[in-house]
């Protein structure tokens, strides 16, 4: 069982201290008089360090930047350098934040995974038809995936297999309750009728649909994220959505 280092710390040093000696009167009180030189502080100034709030902004700055790096390029083809100039910082003063760019990657997949499923979250507690829950958990998973800016879902799309054993298990367990949520909506297409023809496979075919539009959907081409929305669940439920009473 792993154990904290602040508990381990006083005992260890207690075992280590050596069983102190009997001295002479003339010996102990020399050594009461012998002042011992204080040695100079190595520890940064409050003032020397920077700002909480401007600490946290240049974080978010490098997880966004990066994400936006890892998307375009890739994680193996993002170098260091690329990751500080994009930030306007030194090649190794980032590692103040980050130790090492796989920690970088870790950063942005678990930021990106944060938010969306907060937001899933949201749209799921509402009470509304499943029809409609549907309909909106499609729309925020699309601009996820495609608005300007959401690059940290793609990264994990596309570079998880550049995380560690550890780091998998971690993001993992976002992505379960993330599924969990589409589960729970689709169970209730299916008990609805709105998903016509159920099947054991349909939350796999329904990511699988949705997350390939980042290999062909383009801003400005003539589709929005919300038309996109209303034609991927047509797609899926084919089924009508009912009408609506004036």
Do not use: C
Request: charged share 25%; aromatic share 8%; no cysteine.
């Amino acid at each position: 069982m792993a154990v904290s280092p602040l508990t381990t710390a006083p005992s260890r040093i207690a075992h280590q201290m050596p069983t102190p000696r009997k001295t002479s009167p003339v010996r102990t009180a020399s050594a009461k008089t012998a002042a011992t030189p204080k040695k100079p502080s190595t520890r940064t100034p409050k003032s020397a360090q920077p700002p909480r709030a401007e600490d946290d902004s240049r974080r978010s700055e490098l997880i966004a930047k990066s994400a936006r790096l890892f998307r375009e390029n890739g994680y193996d083809k993002t170098t260091v350098r690329d990751i500080a100039a994009a930030v306007g910082m030194q090649a190794g003063s980032w590692f103040y934040h980050f130790k090492t760019k796989h920690d970088l990657l870790v950063a942005v997949m678990e930021q990106g995974m944060t938010r969306s499923l907060q937001e899933m979250e949201t749209i799921s507690a509402q009470e509304l038809p499943a029809r409609e829950v549907f309909h909106q958990l499609v729309l925020a998973h699309l601009k996820t995936l495609l608005a300007p800016k959401n690059d940290f879902i793609p990264v994990l799309l596309y570079e998880w297999r550049s995380l560690d054993k550890t780091s998998r298990a971690k993001i993992a367990a976002l992505t379960n309750r993330y599924e969990a949520i589409w589960d729970q909506v689709i169970d209730a297409l299916h008990r609805s009728g709105d998903w016509s023809m159920p099947a054991k496979l349909d939350r796999l075919f329904l990511f699988g649909t949705l997350n390939w539009t980042t290999q062909w959907y383009r801003p400005g081409s003539g589709t929005s994220i919300e038309e996109l929305a209303d034609q991927v669940v047509g797609f899926l439920l084919r089924t009508a959505p009912p009408t609506r009473r004036k």
